[in-house]
């Protein structure tokens, strides 16, 4: 990912109502100064983005907090993007894997697809040995629609690497369902629920037969196994 443009180019995809929440509030900080200037100068004329240029604007003025932007150009620029996220997306936890998935999602529509493969290769690594199945799910199939966005399913090796991932996807999905189906037995019997009540044991069958139960254990990951061994149990 090009590090130098990645600021410019997240302002650059900001729709009308986007850059208004943005705006909202920031006039006076410092990096709003930063955005409201790449905005006017090369974002709504669609100019070349030029960082030198820019440098040099803010070291001729003398105010300053606009110096001081040039003397920590870096941190600044580092700032401005994430206030632009927080501003797009005030409620959310920026360290949280819920996050991460929206901001995924959202560099997808944006097309910003060097930045969203950094985000799901982090991402990733940080699910590593997860039990959070659901979001492992979500995140290969972001991970396979950024290969045909991209056009890199006519590499074979990464076409390989897409079926591999198709199987995991498969694994996952087993997973997590034999995992719900086992919370909500578990559900039942820690509630000491004597199913003498037609209702609970017609409901209590219905999870016994459940789809996934019919599955042949030796087609299902070692973690899904438990799961199905627990609940056959």
Known sequence: MNQHTKLFDLINTLNKQERKLVALNSKK?????LFQ?????????????????IKNHFSKNSINKKATIVK??????????????????????????????????????????????KEINELEKKLTGSEDFISKYKLLQWRNKFLFATNQKSNENILQNHKKQEHTISDLHKEIGLQKLKSEIEYLINQQIRLQNDDL?????????????????????KKARSYFHFIKS
């Open 29 to 33: 900080d410092q990096w709003y100064l």
């Open 37 to 53: 200037h790449i905005l006017d100068k090369y974002v709504l004329p669609k100019k070349t983005y030029n960082e030198e240029k």
């Open 72 to 117: 920590n150009f870096s941190r600044i620029k580092i700032e401005t993007n994430n206030k632009i996220l927080e501003k797009l997306y005030p409620n959310f936890d920026k360290n949280s894997v819920q996050w991460k998935l929206i901001l995924i999602e959202f560099l997808f529509e944006k097309k910003i697809f060097d930045w969203m493969e």
């Open 201 to 221: 044991k017609n409901q209590f069958d219905d999870l016994l037969g459940n789809d996934l139960l019919k599955i042949h254990p030796e087609n299902l990951s």
